[in-house]
């Protein structure tokens, strides 16, 4: 295969490319899914191919084949120099890739135990028991359950001469309780995936879950809708993790903020002018990091797309605006070095910015101490939906399980929860995030996340504990 | 593109390397040109190929599956063997519904040849004739335009032997005034139906109207003129959530308890039908069982729900043709309809006392499903209508209402329908546009 890369570059190179890149990617999901205590899909599935990225006479162009024959790869780095010209026929100016050091490497994640080497019997079996724990609650009428792992090998060559190999492993899994009665369905789910082998899902105490989350979808039934109103609002992890991915993670996308990603995924209320001005993103609580090189980050990995180093970077600090997730071809518009977040979901498709893990820090606070403090609101867990606009300035949030808290203490269980508000102002009244105590801080690796055309669907991770805002309207409609 | 001889060598492969009581494969392929535009600039260009090869078994009622991207003969065999060794690993389901057996199928043209033979420098010159139309007219355009050409094969060991091959595009067209935009999209299976130049100036209308400021409009609920893809994105909630047989059996659909009753106003007729010429024709589902006519809602009375072939079997009906392929399966619409009124979008607006004129959406979502409460902000040109005119672009609108509520009320539709697809990409859809009484928007945004 070394000699195809190296000669799919020389083609390009001769043809006329000023750069190319060739990346060669070779994934193999193996999910398995139950319904109702069966296994509705269980199956291997491999996908591989190589894609090469051109700029030739100042324009990008790409192609991809899923095919090892040498003449196809000629074909296909014809058609890349072919897109390449005809993105010069409409340039304004020449595409221009900020300097990266020149790596020859090879990284693997460590896994405890490989998924791919548990037997289905012992997968199916841990999902069964969740089933057979759940369906014990008689409202509980369906059920669900998944363990979801990939293996990706990557292969990543530039005309600059960088030749990376890397191995990430994921392991996942859910579990979700449909209780239905009264005309009402209610669901409760949970769902969790790092970048690490089959001791992820020991971790995530599935089983012992499942029973809290079937008694939970029974009692909403009975449970009061939601007040509405405007109120303090604290923010479960599993859905500050969403919170931060949605209305801090997007919009810090800087190709997106550069307009590329216009028709679909929108813009970004963080515009350029407010690079480098300490623009007011949040309270002084609200600190924000991009890091790639969590151990077991869902997001994380060794190299970008461009073959940059995976790497820290301070997004927001004390409230402050610090900086965007930024590829080579973006981070010159500051006059900055890429800090590594150019990824494509597979060698079919060009890199976009995404999210690596996109985290909320740990703030002083315990979880005890945040309802405690809290004379009147609602504590909302786990998103049922989101919303926000092409600029993520105005959002909606739906959750699946609320609480209402007074003087202090939860008094009674709520549904169908919903709050919304205008980001800035969202993030500018948040005045406590928890975290002191170990294990209310956790990188979550749930989120499915979308964007580019064709749509391109990656994990990131997101670290979140509990998290209080005040003054914000909550209850669907409102 | 894959032939369909080399189509049907690759399915008999692979039946014949199974040993199991049933096989059933699936080949999927793609070729996708896409260019991106954006600020008058081509800023992403791709050609892709993708395949897959979707393999499933039934073995002494154990089901396994493998999937391979690899068409070499000894990848397929594998890939056979893998999906074997999957099965043996599962519990038997004694429930299982049998795979079904082979039925007439249509044959349908699929490929244009305009659309066919068209180059990258062609897409490149027709993306150009809309960058100068922004240049002319001093704004900038950002835009999208897919061409797609994509083969679906299926083959079962019951006889299924089916193959069918299409081509369609898509061009978007986004228009910047400085802040202000405008949207506007056409598809098509021929390029030559597609005027761009005309899609371009429908976008730059919107970004130059009322322009110079933008209004945030009082909340409450108005009468409402929505663009055919803001139909497409209200239409998706029940054609997801509620049209499909498994959802009425779980009980997840409001659908379940109101066969034969009038749920919407009477205006409303909701079909899928994939042998409409202005759709992009599809004869078979993932199944490879014929795709049937269905009448899902006519004239706000519930009729009917779409299937495949597990969840009629347990309903005791027949497929509708509308299984899906990938990871889930389960069945949905494809070729959703509203059947078209006999408005237009003008008159609309002059029969509108005040209102709100709505282009598009953007990320709607459903946090409450049994009643369709659906979410979502507009985008791209957002209007206010007094008296018959538009007199005031608005800052854009939160909605949240219910999609029950919403078809309920439906006061007018066009005449002229599109093919558009929802902001999701979940469905392509062809709509008229749609005038709705006391619409509810909860939320303002900045812009």
Same mark, same amino acid.
């Given at each position: 295969?070394?000699?195809?890369?190296?000669?799919?570059?020389?083609?390009?190179?001769?043809?006329?490319?000023?750069?190319?890149?060739?990346?060669?990617?070779?994934?193999?999901?193996?999910?398995?899914?139950?319904?109702?205590?069966?296994?509705?899909?269980?199956?291997?599935?491999?996908?591989?191919?190589?894609?090469?990225?051109?700029?030739?006479?100042?324009?990008?162009?790409?192609?991809?084949?899923?095919?090892?024959?040498?003449?196809?790869?000629? &074909?296909?780095?014809?058609?890349?120099?072919?897109?390449?010209?005809?993105?010069?026929?409409?340039?304004?100016?020449?595409?221009?890739?900020?300097?990266?050091?020149?790596?020859?490497?090879?990284?693997?994640?460590?896994?405890?135990?490989?998924?791919?080497?548990?037997?289905?019997?012992?997968?199916?079996?841990?999902?069964?028991?969740?089933?057979?724990?759940?369906?014990?609650?008689?409202?509980?009428?369906?059920?669900?359950?998944?363990?979801?792992?990939?293996?990706?090998?990557?292969?990543?060559?530039?005309?600059?001469?960088?030749?990376?190999?890397? &191995?990430?492993?994921?392991?996942?899994?859910?579990?979700?309780?449909?209780?239905?009665?009264?005309?009402?369905?209610?669901?409760?789910?949970?769902?969790?995936?790092?970048?690490?082998?089959?001791?992820?899902?020991?971790?995530?105490?599935?089983?012992?879950?499942?029973?809290?989350?079937?008694?939970?979808?029974?009692?909403?039934? &009975?449970?009061?809708?939601?007040?509405?109103?405007?109120?303090?609002?604290?923010?479960?992890?599993?859905?500050?993790?969403?919170?931060?991915?949605?209305?801090?993670?997007?919009?810090?996308?800087?190709?997106?903020?550069?307009?590329?990603?216009?028709?679909?995924?929108?813009?970004?209320?963080?515009?350029?002018?407010?690079?480098?001005?300490?623009?007011?993103?949040?309270?002084?609580?609200?600190?924000?990091?991009?890091?790639?090189?969590?151990?077991?980050?869902?997001?994380?990995?060794?190299?970008?797309?461009?073959?940059?180093?995976?790497?820290?970077?301070?997004?927001?600090?004390?409230?402050?605006?610090?900086?965007?997730?930024?590829?080579?071809?973006?981070?010159?518009?500051?006059?900055?070095?890429?800090?590594?977040?150019?990824?494509?979901?597979?060698?079919?498709?060009?890199?976009?910015?995404?999210?690596?893990?996109?985290?909320?820090?740990?703030?002083?606070?315990?979880?005890?101490?945040?309802?405690?403090?809290?004379?009147?609101?609602?504590?909302?867990?786990?998103?049922?939906?989101?919303?926000?606009?092409?600029?993520?300035?105005?959002?909606?949030?739906?959750?699946?399980?609320?609480?209402?808290?007074?003087?202090?203490?939860?008094?009674?269980?709520?549904?169908?929860?919903?709050?919304?508000?205008?980001?800035?102002?969202?993030?500018?009244?948040?005045?406590?995030?928890?975290?002191?105590?170990?294990?209310?801080?956790?990188?979550?690796?749930?989120?499915?996340?979308?964007?580019?055309?064709?749509?391109?669907?990656?994990?990131?991770?997101?670290?979140?504990?509990?998290?209080?805002?005040?003054?914000?309207?909550?209850?669907?409609?409102? | 593109?894959?032939?369909?001889?080399?189509?049907?060598?690759?399915?008999?492969?692979?039946?014949?390397?199974?040993?199991?009581?049933?096989?059933?494969?699936?080949?999927?392929?793609?070729?996708?040109? $896409?260019? #991106?535009?954006?600020? !008058?600039?081509?800023? $992403?260009?791709?050609? #892709?190929?993708?395949?897959?090869?979707?393999?499933?078994?039934?073995?002494?009622?154990?089901? %396994?599956?493998?999937?391979?991207?690899?068409?070499?003969?000894?990848?397929?065999?594998?890939?056979?063997?893998?999906?074997?060794?999957?099965?043996?690993?599962?519990?038997?389901?004694?429930?299982?519904?049998?795979?079904?057996?082979?039925?007439?199928?249509?044959?349908?043209?699929?490929?244009? $040849?305009?659309?066919?033979?068209?180059?990258?420098?062609?897409?490149?010159?027709?993306?150009?004739?809309?960058?100068?139309?922004?240049?002319?007219?001093?704004?900038?355009?950002?835009?999208?335009?897919?061409?797609?050409?994509?083969?679906?094969?299926?083959? !079962?060991?019951? %006889?299924?032997?089916?193959?069918?091959?299409?081509?369609?595009?898509?061009?978007?067209?986004?228009?910047? !005034?400085?802040?202000?935009?405008?949207?506007?999209?056409?598809?098509?299976?021929?390029?030559?139906?597609?005027?761009?130049?005309?899609?371009?100036?429908?976008?730059?209308?919107?970004?130059?109207?009322?322009?110079?400021?933008?209004?945030?409009?009082?909340?409450?609920?108005?009468?409402?003129?929505?663009?055919?893809?803001?139909?497409?994105?209200?239409? #998706?909630?029940?054609?997801?959530?509620?049209?499909?047989?498994?959802?009425?059996?779980?009980?997840?659909?409001?659908?379940?308890?109101?066969?034969?009753?009038?749920?919407?106003?009477?205006?409303?007729?909701?079909?899928?039908?994939?042998?409409?010429?202005?759709?992009?024709?599809?004869?078979?589902?993932?199944? %490879?069982?014929?795709?049937?006519?269905?009448?899902?809602?006519?004239?706000?009375?519930?009729?009917?729900?779409?299937?495949?072939?597990?969840?009629?079997?347990?309903?005791?009906?027949?497929?509708?043709?509308?299984?899906?392929?990938? #990871?889930?399966?389960?069945?949905?619409?494809?070729?959703?309809?509203?059947?078209?009124?006999?408005?237009?979008?003008?008159?609309?607006?002059?029969?509108?006392?005040?209102?709100?004129?709505?282009?598009?959406?953007?990320?709607?979502?459903?946090?409450?499903?049994?009643?369709?409460?659906?979410?979502?902000?507009?985008?791209?040109?957002?209007?206010?209508?007094?008296?018959?005119?538009?007199?005031?672009?608005?800052?854009?609108?939160?909605?949240?209402?219910?999609?029950?509520?919403?078809?309920? !009320?439906?006061?007018?539709?066009?005449?002229? $329908?599109?093919?558009?697809?929802?902001?999701?990409?979940?469905?392509?859809?062809?709509?008229?546009?749609?005038?709705?009484?006391?619409?509810?928007?909860?939320?303002?945004?900045?812009?």
């Amino acid at each position: 295969m070394k000699e195809q890369i190296k000669e799919m570059l020389h083609l390009a190179e001769k043809n006329g490319a000023s750069y190319a890149d060739v990346r060669y990617t070779n994934q193999v999901n193996r999910p398995l899914v139950l319904r109702n205590g069966e296994v509705e899909h269980f199956t291997v599935a491999e996908d591989k191919g190589f894609g090469i990225r051109v700029i030739v006479d100042g324009g990008w162009g790409f192609a991809s084949t899923p095919s090892n024959d040498p003449k196809r790869h000629a &074909e296909t780095v014809a058609r890349a120099i072919s897109i390449a010209k005809a993105s010069a026929r409409c340039k304004i100016k020449d595409i221009h890739l900020t300097p990266v050091d020149i790596v020859d490497d090879k990284q693997k994640v460590k896994v405890e135990k490989d998924p791919f080497q548990v037997s289905v019997d012992e997968m199916s079996s841990l999902l069964r028991d969740c089933h057979d724990v759940m369906v014990q609650v008689p409202e509980v009428k369906m059920t669900g359950g998944a363990i979801t792992m990939y293996n990706l090998q990557k292969t990543f060559a530039s005309s600059e001469g960088s030749w990376i190999e890397q &191995e990430l492993t994921r392991t996942g899994a859910r579990i979700d309780a449909y209780a239905r009665g009264q005309g009402d369905v209610q669901r409760r789910s949970y769902a969790n995936g790092k970048l690490a082998g089959w001791e992820t899902i020991s971790m995530l105490n599935l089983v012992q879950r499942a029973s809290q989350l079937a008694s939970e979808a029974a009692q909403l039934l &009975e449970a009061p809708e939601c007040p509405r109103g405007e109120t303090t609002l604290i923010l479960g992890s599993s859905i500050a993790q969403l919170q931060v991915h949605e209305s801090c993670g997007h919009p810090i996308e800087l190709d997106r903020v550069l307009g590329s990603e216009d028709t679909y995924a929108g813009k970004s209320f963080l515009t350029p002018d407010l690079y480098g001005k300490d623009y007011k993103y949040g309270s002084e609580h609200v600190n924000m990091t991009a890091d790639a090189t969590i151990v077991g980050g869902s997001g994380s990995f060794f190299y970008d797309d461009d073959g940059v180093p995976a790497q820290r970077t301070t997004i927001v600090e004390k409230g402050l605006f610090k900086n965007y997730l930024t590829s080579r071809e973006t981070a010159g518009e500051f006059g900055l070095t890429s800090n590594g977040s150019n990824i494509a979901m597979n060698w079919a498709n060009i890199p976009l910015i995404r999210m690596t893990n996109i985290n909320l820090e740990p703030g002083d606070w315990s979880e005890e101490e945040m309802i405690r403090d809290t004379k009147k609101g609602i504590l909302v867990d786990t998103p049922k939906s989101w919303s926000l606009d092409d600029k993520r300035v105005n959002f909606h949030f739906g959750g699946e399980i609320a609480y209402e808290i007074e003087d202090g203490e939860i008094v009674r269980m709520v549904k169908n929860p919903a709050y919304t508000a205008i980001t800035p102002e969202f993030w500018a009244s948040c005045d406590a995030v928890a975290g002191k105590k170990k294990g209310e801080w956790e990188v979550w690796g749930d989120t499915n996340c979308a964007k580019g055309e064709p749509v391109q669907v990656v994990q990131p991770g997101h670290g979140a504990a509990q998290v209080r805002f005040r003054n914000v309207k909550v209850g669907v409609g409102e | 593109m894959i032939q369909r001889e080399q189509a049907e060598k690759i399915l008999k492969t692979v039946l014949a390397a199974s040993t199991a009581d049933e096989t059933q494969v699936i080949l999927r392929s793609e070729d996708l040109s $896409q260019t #991106r535009f954006n600020n !008058n600039w081509i800023h $992403q260009h791709l050609f #892709r190929e993708t395949y897959s090869v979707e393999i499933k078994v039934v073995d002494q009622n154990r089901v %396994g599956m493998a999937t391979v991207n690899d068409l070499d003969e000894a990848a397929l065999k594998k890939g056979v063997a893998d999906a074997l060794h999957n099965a043996s690993f599962v519990k038997a389901n004694p429930n299982l519904v049998p795979m079904p057996e082979a039925k007439p199928v249509l044959e349908i043209d699929g490929i244009n $040849q305009n659309t066919l033979n068209l180059s990258d420098m062609d897409r490149a010159d027709l993306v150009a004739s809309m960058i100068d139309v922004a240049k002319e007219n001093s704004v900038d355009a950002s835009g999208s335009f897919a061409n797609e050409l994509s083969v679906l094969a299926v083959a !079962n060991s019951k %006889g299924v032997m089916t193959y069918h091959a299409g081509n369609n595009l898509r061009i978007r067209s986004i228009m910047a !005034n400085g802040l202000q935009t405008g949207y506007s999209e056409a598809m098509s299976t021929d390029v030559e139906a597609i005027d761009f130049v005309a899609v371009a100036k429908d976008a730059l209308w919107k970004s130059k109207l009322k322009a110079e400021e933008s209004i945030t409009l009082d909340l409450g609920s108005y009468d409402t003129i929505f663009e055919p893809q803001a139909v497409a994105d209200l239409l #998706r909630f029940p054609g997801y959530i509620a049209f499909n047989g498994q959802s009425l059996a779980d009980g997840r659909s409001f659908m379940a308890k109101a066969m034969g009753q009038k749920i919407f106003d009477e205006k409303v007729t909701v079909i899928d039908d994939a042998y409409e010429p202005r759709h992009v024709p599809m004869p078979f589902d993932a199944e %490879g069982m014929p795709k049937e006519k269905v009448v899902i809602i006519d004239q706000g009375v519930a009729k009917g729900v779409v299937y495949d072939h597990a969840s009629a079997f347990r309903a005791g009906k027949e497929t509708t043709g509308h299984a899906t392929a990938g #990871r889930r399966g389960g069945a949905s619409p494809g070729h959703l309809i509203i059947a078209p009124g006999n408005s237009s979008i003008e008159e609309m607006i002059k029969q509108t006392k005040r209102g709100v004129y709505v282009t598009r959406f953007h990320y709607t979502h459903c946090p409450e499903p049994m009643q369709i409460i659906a979410t979502g902000t507009t985008r791209d040109g957002t209007f206010l209508i007094e008296d018959g005119e538009i007199v005031a672009r608005l800052k854009n609108l939160r909605f949240t209402d219910s999609m029950l509520r919403v078809f309920a !009320n439906v006061d007018s539709l066009s005449q002229e $329908q599109f093919l558009v697809k929802d902001w999701w990409f979940t469905f392509t859809m062809l709509v008229p546009a749609m005038k709705i009484k006391d619409f509810t928007f909860t939320g303002n945004t900045t812009f």
